[in-house]
């Protein structure tokens, strides 16, 4: 079998399984589309896919239902992405499977995620006495949505992005929740917002909230955006530093965060649920 996307379960009537089945998960390689943007050899940036899972249970070994919620953590460099909708059908394969504790399902994910990604992937779970504990919290830094333009394009249009590039150099952070794109294969919409940080020439807030409005009727998968995003920065505004990070809504309880950077100090992004989230 394929693993492009049309042969992936969306848009497909699928039975839902309630007993273990890592089968279901459908890996789709990240090469076809980084070699679309022109990213062969190293990578430009560094980075990670935080995927939050809030529809996760499983049987203890009495039968009685338990509930967490898991946090995975995917590195950019893997070969592979994984396709939402068998993802969510992976862990409804949980629901009557019986389980010896938290552990063995967090050691069973990772397992099962590690390989489909051909990477190692970190999964934690937060189970319901620690619910309380969950933050939420919203990106950080000038939105650029206050902006009054006007727009008549909805596709990306990197051309349209400038830079001061003969003036002195500034470090800022700017957000937008105007982000949205669609579904590389069913094109349901994909809602998200993004932060930018950045050191180098200023980048022109207006072309760059027009470029990113541009995503409106693009269809991609949500990983695929953001590298786009920043391969398109980095080449039209020329940034000596670059992180941009992504918050998507949730859709079949899954929400997909990728973070791109290609400065080592920027740290690890959070993981703090926004209020569209």
Same mark, same amino acid.
């Given at each position: 079998?394929?693993?492009?996307?049309?042969?992936?379960?969306?848009?497909?009537?699928?039975?839902?399984?309630?007993?273990?089945? +890592?089968?279901?998960?459908? +890996?789709?390689?990240?090469?076809?589309?980084?070699?679309?943007?022109?990213?062969?050899?190293?990578?430009?940036?560094?980075?990670?896919?935080? @995927?939050?899972?809030?529809?996760?249970? @499983?049987?203890?070994?009495?039968?009685?239902?338990?509930?967490?919620?898991?946090?995975?953590?995917?590195?950019?460099?893997?070969?592979?992405?994984?396709?939402?909708?068998?993802?969510?059908?992976?862990?409804?394969?949980?629901?009557?499977?019986?389980?010896?504790?938290?552990?063995?399902?967090?050691?069973?994910?990772?397992?099962?995620?590690?390989?489909?990604?051909?990477?190692?992937?970190?999964?934690?779970?937060?189970?319901?006495?620690?619910?309380?504990?969950?933050?939420?919290?919203?990106?950080?830094?000038?939105?650029?949505?206050?902006?009054?333009?006007?727009?008549?394009?909805?596709?990306?249009? +990197?051309?349209?992005?400038?830079?001061?590039?003969?003036?002195?150099?500034?470090?800022?952070?700017?957000?937008?929740?105007?982000?949205?794109?669609?579904?590389?294969?069913?094109?349901?919409?994909?809602?998200?917002?993004?932060?930018?940080?950045?050191?180098?020439?200023?980048?022109?807030?207006?072309?760059?909230?027009?470029?990113?409005?541009?995503?409106?009727?693009?269809?991609?998968?949500?990983?695929?955006?953001?590298?786009?995003?920043?391969?398109?920065?980095?080449?039209?505004?020329?940034?000596?530093?670059?992180?941009?990070?992504?918050?998507?809504?949730?859709?079949?309880?899954?929400?997909?965060?990728? @973070?791109?950077?290609?400065?080592?100090?920027?740290?690890? +992004?959070?993981?703090?649920?926004?209020?569209?989230?």
């Amino acid at each position: 079998m394929s693993n492009s996307p049309e042969h992936s379960p969306l848009g497909k009537n699928s039975a839902y399984r309630t007993d273990y089945a +890592p089968e279901l998960l459908f +890996p789709i390689p990240r090469i076809g589309k980084r070699d679309e943007l022109g990213l062969t050899g190293t990578l430009p940036f560094f980075g990670v896919d935080i @995927w939050n899972a809030y529809e996760l249970s @499983w049987l203890n070994m009495r039968g009685k239902p338990q509930v967490a919620v898991a946090r995975i953590t995917v590195p950019a460099d893997s070969p592979n992405i994984i396709e939402s909708k068998s993802f969510k059908l992976y862990l409804n394969s949980f629901n009557q499977t019986r389980l010896g504790g938290p552990e063995a399902l967090r050691e069973l994910l990772q397992q099962d995620l590690s390989a489909a990604t051909g990477a190692t992937v970190h999964v934690a779970l937060t189970m319901q006495e620690e619910f309380g504990k969950l933050q939420m919290g919203e990106l950080d830094g000038l939105l650029l949505d206050r902006l009054d333009i006007e727009i008549d394009n909805y596709s990306p249009q +990197p051309s349209i992005l400038k830079a001061a590039v003969d003036e002195l150099p500034v470090e800022e952070t700017l957000v937008s929740h105007l982000l949205k794109s669609n579904c590389l294969v069913t094109g349901q919409p994909d809602w998200g917002s993004v932060q930018i940080s950045y050191a180098g020439p200023q980048i022109d807030q207006e072309s760059l909230l027009k470029y990113l409005i541009g995503f409106r009727e693009h269809n991609e998968f949500h990983e695929q955006c953001v590298e786009r995003i920043f391969v398109d920065i980095l080449r039209e505004c020329r940034p000596a530093h670059l992180t941009v990070y992504a918050r998507y809504t949730r859709r079949g309880g899954l929400d997909i965060n990728p @973070w791109r950077s290609n400065f080592t100090k920027a740290g690890s +992004p959070s993981n703090l649920r926004n209020a569209r989230q």
